[in-house]
Nanobody, 121 residues
């Protein structure tokens, strides 16, 4: 059974920084994709940043230049460094991973439980 556990959320003032972590555990063979999404009540979950198995990254326009996604393959962990935070970034942040549990198997999607990020003005 694969689990994704996020940590690092909290309350921070506008202009501050937070670093989110997402650790994957269980029977994992390889990752194809890991990403961070966020959701505000009443809105759809939206992509914030993603990183693929070859290291390519993608960011939403609203966070480019402020957020950095990185991964540690040895630890099966993905990070989201969030700098110069703004109140409109307040949301629940979710980790998403597409991974294979065996060689040649399908890449299935998994979600973490979410971590609250609150940016005060």
């Amino acid at each position: 059974q694969v689990q994704l556990v996020e940590s690092g959320g909290g309350l921070v003032q506008s202009g501050g920084s937070l670093r989110l972590s997402c650790a994957a555990s269980g029977s994992i063979f390889s990752f194809t994709y890991m990403g961070w999404y966020r959701q505000v009540p009443g809105n759809q979950r939206e992509l914030v940043a993603a990183i693929t198995s070859d290291g390519s990254t993608n960011y939403s326009d609203s966070v480019k230049g402020r957020f950095t996604i990185a991964r540690d393959n040895a630890k099966n962990t993905v990070y989201l460094q969030m700098n110069t935070l703004k109140p409109e970034y307040t949301a629940v942040y979710y980790c998403n991973a597409h991974l294979r549990v065996r060689l040649g198997g399908p890449a299935n999607a998994y979600w973490g439980q979410g971590t609250q990020v609150t940016v005060s003005s």
